[in-house]
């Protein structure tokens, strides 16, 4: 079919007769069974479906054999047993064809799992995974479909039938399965599969190691190969997760497949500051056991060596000014469990400082960067008066949501009954859900039994309403801003210069940690 022209894409809400119009001059023929398909599929691509509905009964009246109207039509009729029916009867006629099944594999395929989803809206589950199941037999390089069914699946727990259908795959060929997890890390929109197929392997307990140096190893070494660092980086965030879960966790591996992923990020266009986020904070938490584990066993001068790698990981053109979570503070944490109060200060300075100037140059813009940074620096030090004026400030004055770290999907809209990991930093917790790590009934890609914790308690409504623009909830009452800023200098000792800053409106830091 030939391409209408850009100014009917450019509309948002066409009508069916500036589409035809367009269409028509662009294909250049006259109106016949093909163009009323034709005019359907685009009316459909517009959201017109009553419009694409008729077109549909145009084409089949002038042609009745016409598959592609019929398989459109059941795709849009509201009737779930009008759907069916035609489906099952398309589903019959390219089983009496031999000629038909070849030349249109996808279709076929196609028919299969839109049966799957007619049956399963009426609850009519065993036909609806029988229909998915033969969608994938007929079309295995269908990932987006494979991608909707796990995800379906996942919806209602049925974890077996997940690993089933990719089971499915790999008997018709391994290459399938391997090219399947390439193309759910190349974008965004299907990353969720990554996180369907390991909860589907640890409900199943099926995780082994086996399975994932097979499964993510043949794809990280394709996008290798493909230099697609993109894909690669994204792979390894995913293979560490699922490494990370098993038990015990294979961590010098992790951390190795970690690092690498930071190496394929700098050759991407990430956003760095966020794309780095999602490793780094892991790496962080990595090299803190680490120095924890080398203090005891080797003493001091070998934690050191392991708290080094803090700083050697971030990429050079990631300044600490434009990350939320710094690694100096998981120093700031290892200085703070041995008692080692100056240098964990020391390590925490620059994070504060950033944050002290970002809410003292007059930039509404920023305040959450600033707001997330004194959060994430007070959490190492159990500083519960400043991680709760923090996580009130992002409440009021942002749409404020966080979800479990756990993967049990339990989202807060407001800041309270939550337990943040002192060790992770980033790790944010549900009671059960702490109870579970302290119990090791929870992967220790998520936490470990051996960190420690502490409780952010409920949320006074009625109280926080009160709270007026330019003002902070600590310790129980309001202070103003310019009051909070000032204890957090006194606490943490950011020192009379940046006090100076603040207090004279002037801006330095960020180019001051440029050099």
């Not at 089949?60 to 054999?65: D, G, T």
């Not at 190349?186 to 589907?200: C, D, G, Q, V, Y």
């Not at 780094?280 to 120095?291: H, N, P, T, V």
């Not at 100096?328 to 100056?342: G, P, Q, T, V």
Request: aromatic content about 8%.
């Amino acid at each position: 079919m030939g391409k209408c022209p850009d100014a009917v894409a450019e509309l948002r809400q066409p009508s069916s007769s500036e589409v035809e119009k367009w269409c028509q001059v662009a294909l250049g023929k006259p109106p016949d069974t093909l163009w009323d398909t034709q005019m359907a599929m685009i009316l459909r691509h517009y959201g017109a479906i009553p419009e694409a509905e008729k077109r549909c009964h145009q084409a089949l009246k002038l042609s009745p054999n016409n598959w592609r109207a019929s398989l459109l039509l059941a795709k849009l009729v509201e009737s779930p047993k009008e759907a069916i029916r035609d489906l099952e009867k398309l589903t019959k006629r390219f089983e009496a064809n031999e000629k038909l099944r070849e030349k249109y594999v996808e279709a076929f395929a196609d028919i299969a799992y839109n049966l799957g989803h007619r049956y399963w809206d009426q609850n009519m589950v065993d036909e609806a995974i029988k229909s998915y199941t033969e969608s994938i037999e007929r079309d295995p390089s269908a990932y987006e479909h494979a991608f909707f069914i796990t995800f379906r699946y996942s919806a209602t727990g049925k974890w077996d039938k997940i690993l089933e259908l990719l089971d499915k795959m790999s008997e018709l060929d391994d290459a399938h399965l391997t090219l399947m997890v390439l193309a759910m890390s190349k974008n965004r929109e299907f990353h969720t599969f990554h996180t369907i197929l390991l909860r589907a392997l640890l409900e199943t307990d099926k995780l082994e190691i086996s399975i994932l140096e097979m499964r993510y190893g043949d794809a990280i070494r394709i996008a290798k190969d493909q230099e697609d660092y993109t894909a690669s980086f994204y792979l390894r965030h995913f293979y560490a997760s699922a490494l990370s879960a098993l038990w015990p966790a294979p961590m010098t591996k992790v951390r190795d497949v970690l690092e690498d992923a930071v190496k394929d990020l700098t050759h991407t266009n990430l956003d760095l500051p966020r794309a780095f986020f999602l490793v780094g904070y892991r790496l962080g938490a990595i090299y803190l056991d680490e120095a924890k584990k080398a203090r005891a066993d080797k003493g001091p001068d070998a934690a050191e060596k392991a708290l080094r790698k803090l700083a050697d990981i971030v990429p050079e053109s990631l300044m600490e000014s434009q990350m939320r979570l710094p690694l100096s503070l998981f120093a700031a944490r290892y200085h703070k469990i041995n008692n080692d109060d100056e240098s964990a200060r020391a390590s925490a300075h620059n994070t504060l400082r950033i944050a002290i100037e970002l809410l003292s140059d007059k930039d509404s813009s920023n305040d959450l960067l600033a707001y997330q940074k004194i959060l994430y620096a007070a959490i190492p030090f159990q500083d519960e008066r400043n991680v709760n004026a923090a996580l009130a400030m992002m409440k009021l004055e942002t749409s404020f949501t966080m979800t479990c770290s756990c993967g049990c999907e339990y989202t807060w809209d407001t800041p309270e009954n939550m337990w943040f990991c002192m060790d992770c930093i980033r790790v944010v917790l549900t009671s059960s859900c702490k109870d579970r790590i302290k119990d090791k009934k929870l992967p220790n890609s998520v936490c470990h039994e051996s960190h420690e914790h502490f409780e952010i308690g409920p949320w006074n409504a009625e109280k926080m309403s009160q709270v007026q623009e330019g003002h902070v909830p600590y310790k129980g009452t309001v202070i103003t801003m310019e009051e909070w800023r000032k204890k957090i200098i006194a606490k943490y000792e950011l020192g009379k210069s940046i006090m100076d800053k603040y207090e004279a409106g002037k801006s330095g830091v960020r180019n001051a940690l440029r050099h």
